[in-house]
């Protein structure tokens, strides 16, 4: 295997790309200057190094020191938007009309799979709607009252692709948290179907999103 077959074998793991595809690259990279794949080669280099990922959400970003999503004072905290990949979370923060938590569950449950803890994030997520279910503690003089619990969850949004991957992820992740959910009386809720079938989020025009987001069922 020569050089450019190698290569082509880097960029045909990537999502969506196939062998063709995978050697225009190489074939643009070898018309670049020396310059261009200089600046490349450091920008994947440093790549891990400047990039951090959120012990909250799981999503990348690059500053502030904290997940300015997670950590904003503007946040609701009473409801949790759970998607599949960082660049569909990006796709619904463009909407403009979500405006709570999130968590990038890491990918789709497989319609057949024994593994699942493996490939998905669902211990992750059950951990952090317990915390999330967890009442913060009453300050001294305060109202203890329900309604004045700070960050009290009432709804989880599921935002999942509408394929049957996505659909079932749905299915598996309603099961997998009504013990938790059912008894606080949580809300789950899914994407309207504004969403056409076969759509991946990211791909979808903000318009549609926001139609996706109001009317959630």
């Known amino acids: 295997m020569d050089n450019i077959d190698k290569l082509a074998e880097y960029f045909r793991e990537f999502p969506g790309i196939g062998e063709r595809q995978a050697r225009r690259f190489v074939y643009f990279l070898l018309s670049k200057n020396p310059s261009y794949l200089e600046n ?3 920008g994947i280099k440093n790549i891990k190094k400047e990039i951090r990922q959120c012990e909250k959400c799981f999503r990348f ?3 502030p020191e904290k997940c300015n999503l997670c950590f904003s004072p503007n946040v609701e905290t009473d409801k949790i938007l759970i998607v ?3 660049s569909d979370l990006e796709a619904l923060k463009r909407s403009g ?3 709570g938590f999130y968590f990038v569950f ?3 449950v497989p319609i057949v799979e024994k593994t699942t803890e493996s490939r998905v994030r669902i211990n992750e997520l059950v951990e952090r709607i317990k915390k999330d279910l967890t009442p913060a503690p009453t300050k001294v003089g305060s109202d ?3 309604s004045k619990v700070e960050g009290q969850l009432k709804e989880i949004i599921l935002a999942f692709s509408a394929s049957p991957q996505g659909e079932h992820t749905d299915v598996y992740i309603r099961r997998t948290l009504s013990p938790l ?4 009386n949580i809300k789950i809720s899914s994407l309207g179907r504004g969403l056409s079938t076969g759509t991946e989020l990211e791909y979808s025009d903000k318009s549609t999103l926001d139609n996706a987001l109001k009317n959630r069922s």
């Open 40 to 42: 490349l080669s450091s």
């Open 61 to 63: 970003f690059t500053s």
């Open 84 to 86: 599949e990949k960082d």
């Open 97 to 99: 009309n979500y405006h």
């Open 106 to 108: 890491g990918g789709l």
């Open 144 to 146: 203890p009252s329900p």
């Open 181 to 184: 959910t059912d008894p606080a």
